[in-house]
């Protein structure tokens, strides 16, 4: 922060309390700015040869914002990666124009370099059950794979991120009909639980050797300690090479398969969005793999004029 001026790292600092206070980012999403809005003021300080104080900030031009870009791309910083710095340093601008009373125009003006969006890729239903088949063979120990079953089809069944599954602790079992999830932000939606899921949980806690204690991780590892997130990837590897899947078939791509199989049995694309706890549909749209047509589709039927 060195090369920052006093004004601007409390301008930042201040910006960046009310991103978590307001709008409820998690910690590493405010990390993640605080990092590519310093790296925006340093180029400004050294592309300037001075400390840049608030009111130099008001004067960046449009040609100024591109010898940024340019300096990242020459460094190696991919399209999607400079979007992602880029729209930091815009919604920094739009909140310091509004303390400020400022035009940022040029800032706000400059356009994202454009990239191919990786969509997600979901199971084929028959390659989900045949994952959480396949997962239950590859411990040798009953009780851990009891385990790595329950938590699979919790990521399935419920539509669960694996940092939540394996985030519930012992004062959530038995399972009820319905969870409250603390997801990404701290945003807590309900989630139904399935049948299969709460009989997954159930079989996994009467075999596991160590006690249900309410503030214990439900999920245990081999020593008693909570479960990592790299034991169930590394099982659902193992399980992905034995049926011939590709590498995308991740913890992540069964949270993707629930929402697809969903959609694609007639459920409504809001009510997923909720499910998942998306804040945005266009990100239920991205993740469901849905086209055009079906969104289409979804929308004659249930709009009310059509």
Known sequence: ??????????????????????????????????????????FMTLHHGQSQGLKALERISVSEMRAWMAQLRGGGVGARSLARKLSAVKSFYRWLAEREGFEP??????????????????????????MIDTVEMQAREGWVAARDVAVVTLLYGCGLRISEALGLTGSDAPLPA??????????????????????????????????????????????????????????MARARMQLGLPSSATPHAMRHSFATHLLAAGGDLRAIQELLGHASLSTTQAYTAVDAARLMEVYNRAHPKA
């Open 105 to 130: 125009t040029a800032v706000l003006s400059t356009r994202a370099p454009k990239f191919q969006k990786k969509l997600p890729r979901p199971l084929a239903e028959d390659a989900a059950r045949a």
């Open 1 to 42: 922060m060195s090369l920052v001026s006093p004004a601007c790292r409390d301008a930042l600092q201040h910006w960046l309390q009310a991103q978590k206070a307001l709008d409820g980012h998690a910690e590493n999403t405010i990390e993640a700015y605080r990092g590519d809005v310093t790296e925006f003021l340093s």
């Open 178 to 235: 319905t969870l409250r999830i603390l997801g990404k932000g701290g945003k807590e939606r309900v989630v139904p639980v399935i049948a299969p899921a709460r009989d997954a949980v159930a079989t996994y806690l009467r075999l596991c050797p160590y006690p249900s204690e309410p503030a214990a991780p439900l999920f245990r590892g081999v020593r008693g300690g909570a479960l990592n997130p790299r034991a169930i990837q590394g099982v």
